[in-house]
């Protein structure tokens, strides 16, 4: 009992974008079994299941964590990480709505949950951003996933009937993705990328890629073949960047490796249904291919390291 204390205590925020690729990339294999038969969507169904799990136990040790001590989600957000972190976990709780439509399970209180934890998100970061110190006020890729998250609502907000509602958070998610994206190639210009925040850079992949999907879900199809094929660039220009991100070995930072390529999986499955041929095939199975031993592999490690305190001291979490 008293481990189980002490884990809830330092539960970081870095464990939520981990949660969100692993129940993506749990999504793709659902939805990629509908494009191609020789998939088997029992595969899809069991990780679902098991990243649904996963989330579901890392939101309850944190929200034990706020129990404990509700100024905590303050302190946490001295970081991008973590504040990323608070993001990712409103971003899991809209694509847990998405997760359940396949298995016919439509539960429109799991979206809204998500969609409010998003716009609270959104708020605290701001919040702490006013409060950080002139020096410390820069953009960083990590932004994307607090202003540019609602951006996943239209995957289940559409099928459960939340149209206007859609429209409005995807609008809103590419404004943000215009000022962030500027405000961030400015920042690069200026200053290189530490190699800590080097696997950060993957959050590129995902914000275009779920614009693709985003729009593609609402059928604007001229936009989604835009965002597909900027999102299929940026892939193959950072398949060659692999090894200078992963330099240094594993950080909590490597979270920010999953829910891209599963975004990545994801828009390749959609581009199947919508008639782009045998690049988006090659596409699903390559993000199959690499996505899953990748994912899997850092939601372990993940794991491991949160069990021995160490994703909290190296992310740098506030204990409640």
């Given at each position: 009992?008293?481990?189980?204390?002490?884990?809830?205590?330092?539960?970081?925020?870095?464990?939520?974008?981990?949660?969100?690729?692993?129940?993506?990339?749990a999504?793709?294999?659902?939805?990629?079994?509908?494009?191609?038969?020789?998939?088997?969507?029992d595969?899809g169904?069991?990780?679902?299941?098991?990243?649904?799990?996963?989330?579901?136990?890392?939101?309850?040790?944190?929200?034990?964590?706020?129990?404990?001590?509700?100024?905590?989600?303050?302190?946490?957000?001295?970081?991008?990480?973590?504040?990323?972190?608070?993001?990712?976990?409103?971003?899991?709780?809209?694509?847990?709505?998405?997760?359940?439509?396949?298995?016919?399970?439509y539960?429109?209180?799991v979206?809204?949950t998500?969609?409010?934890?998003?716009?609270?998100?959104?708020?605290?970061?701001?919040?702490?951003?006013?409060?950080?110190?002139?020096?410390?006020?820069?953009?960083?890729?990590?932004?994307?996933?607090?202003?540019?998250?609602?951006?996943?609502?239209?995957?289940?907000?559409?099928?459960?009937?939340?149209?206007?509602?859609?429209y409005?958070?995807?609008?809103?998610?590419?404004?943000?993705y215009?000022?962030?994206?500027?405000?961030?190639?400015?920042?690069?210009?200026?200053?290189?990328v530490?190699?800590?925040?080097?696997p950060?850079?993957?959050?590129?992949?995902?914000?275009?890629?779920?614009?693709?999907?985003?729009f593609?879900?609402?059928?604007?199809?001229?936009?989604?073949?835009?965002f597909?094929w900027?999102?299929?660039?940026?892939?193959f220009?950072?398949?060659?960047k692999?090894?200078?991100?992963?330099?240094?070995?594993?950080?909590?930072?490597?979270?920010?490796?999953?829910?891209?390529?599963?975004?990545?999986l994801?828009?390749?499955?959609m581009?199947?249904?919508?008639?782009h041929?045998?690049?988006?095939?090659?596409?699903?199975?390559?993000?199959?291919?690499?996505?899953?031993p990748?994912?899997?592999?850092?939601?372990?490690?993940?794991?491991?390291?949160?069990?021995?305190?160490?994703l909290?001291?190296?992310s740098?979490?506030?204990?409640?």
């Amino acid at each position: 009992m008293e481990n189980k204390i002490s884990l809830g205590r330092q539960t970081p925020p870095a464990i939520f974008p981990v949660c969100l690729g692993f129940m993506s990339l749990a999504l793709g294999w659902r939805t990629a079994a509908d494009v191609i038969p020789v998939i088997s969507p029992d595969i899809g169904n069991l990780m679902l299941a098991a990243s649904t799990g996963y989330f579901i136990w890392f939101l309850a040790f944190y929200l034990r964590k706020l129990s404990l001590r509700p100024m905590v989600l303050f302190e946490d957000m001295r970081t991008p990480p973590a504040r990323a972190g608070i993001a990712a976990m409103a971003m899991a709780m809209m694509m847990l709505a998405a997760a359940l439509l396949p298995l016919h399970i439509y539960v429109p209180q799991v979206w809204w949950t998500g969609v409010i934890m998003q716009i609270a998100a959104s708020a605290i970061v701001l919040y702490a951003i006013a409060k950080d110190p002139q020096e410390s006020r820069y953009f960083t890729t990590f932004q994307y996933l607090t202003f540019v998250g609602p951006v996943v609502g239209p995957i289940a907000g559409v099928p459960l009937g939340y149209i206007w509602q859609s429209y409005a958070l995807i609008y809103g998610a590419l404004i943000a993705y215009v000022i962030v994206t500027v405000g961030i190639l400015t920042t690069l210009w200026h200053n290189p990328v530490p190699p800590s925040f080097r696997p950060a850079m993957m959050i590129f992949l995902a914000t275009v890629s779920i614009l693709a999907i985003g729009f593609g879900v609402l059928g604007i199809d001229w936009v989604f073949t835009l965002f597909y094929w900027a999102a299929s660039g940026i892939a193959f220009f950072l398949l060659f960047k692999i090894r200078w991100m992963m330099r240094g070995g594993y950080t909590p930072v490597w979270g920010a490796f999953t829910f891209p390529v599963a975004a990545f999986l994801n828009m390749q499955v959609m581009a199947v249904s919508k008639g782009h041929g045998i690049w988006a095939i090659t596409g699903v199975y390559a993000g199959l291919a690499l996505g899953t031993p990748l994912i899997l592999w850092i939601a372990y490690r993940s794991s491991m390291a949160w069990v021995t305190g160490e994703l909290s001291q190296k992310s740098g979490a506030a204990i409640a």
